[in-house]
């Protein structure tokens, strides 16, 4: 049972290019995050999308796009990467049915020289 | 808006004994979830336990339990019979029931357990 997959897990990025972090689950779960997480902060919320064909702005949403492909998949863009987007981002999924539990996948780490 | 204080940046415990960690947090909703998540170095998000809030009784997991004063909006995790393995970042986090489950975490208590 893979949970929730994001990839890629490692990137390099120079400042002004753009990246697509992606992710899927396989919990057939409606709602699917984007968090990213920086040095003594906790995770904060970028966006999130609460059933398929919806998203929202969360905490931090600035220099970020992010697309519900599908149930299973959540995108999210880097239009135009800037060192402070220099972190690492999280993909999570829940469902209110489950106890509104969220499930993380294992962490992208990106980096904007 | 709602939010998660960890008022202990760094805990340590020897191994074996236990160490309570802090949360609080602030709500004005009655229905709600919270959580404790331990993320170790490889940096995985680990659910430790959850708490519904409309229930009065202390969530437990093994070695680990909570004491949840729903009037004092504290939320504090108790690690019992320490092991190394336990040494990770915990973050308390909460969850609004009845809109969406985004989760609102605190900054983490790093806990370090001594052999």
């Known amino acids: 049972n893979a949970g929730v997959t994001q990839t890629p897990k490692f990137q390099v990025l120079k400042t002004g290019q753009s990246m697509t972090l992606q992710c899927a689950q396989d919990m057939n779960h409606n709602s699917m995050y984007w968090y990213r997480q920086d040095p003594g902060m906790g995770l904060r919320l970028i966006y999130y999308?609460?059933?398929?064909?919806?998203?929202d702005k969360g905490e931090v949403p600035n220099g970020y796009n992010v697309s519900r492909l599908n149930k299973r998949e959540f995108s999210l863009r880097l239009e135009s990467a800037a060192p402070s987007q220099t972190s690492v981002y999280f993909c999570a999924s829940s469902e209110v049915r489950f106890g509104n539990t969220i499930y993380f996948g294992e962490g992208s780490w990106l980096t904007v020289v | 808006a709602q939010t998660v204080t960890q008022s202990q940046p760094e805990m340590s415990v020897q191994e074996a004994e236990t160490v309570t960690l802090s949360c609080t947090y602030d709500t004005s909703e009655s229905d709600y979830y919270l959580f404790w998540y331990k993320q170790p170095p490889s940096r995985q998000m680990i659910l430790v336990i959850r708490?519904?809030?409309?229930?009065?009784q202390n969530a437990t997991e093994n070695r680990f339990s909570v004491n949840f004063q729903k009037a004092a909006k504290s939320f504090s995790l108790k690690i019992s019979d320490s092991q190394l393995g336990d040494a990770a970042m915990y973050f308390c986090?909460?969850?609004?029931?009845?809109?969406?489950?985004?989760?609102?975490f605190g900054k983490g208590t790093k806990l370090t357990v001594n052999p």
């Open positions: 999308s609460a059933s398929e064909g919806t998203t």
């Open positions: 986090a909460y969850s609004y029931q009845g809109g969406s489950e985004k989760l609102v």
């Open positions: 708490q519904e809030a409309y229930k009065q």
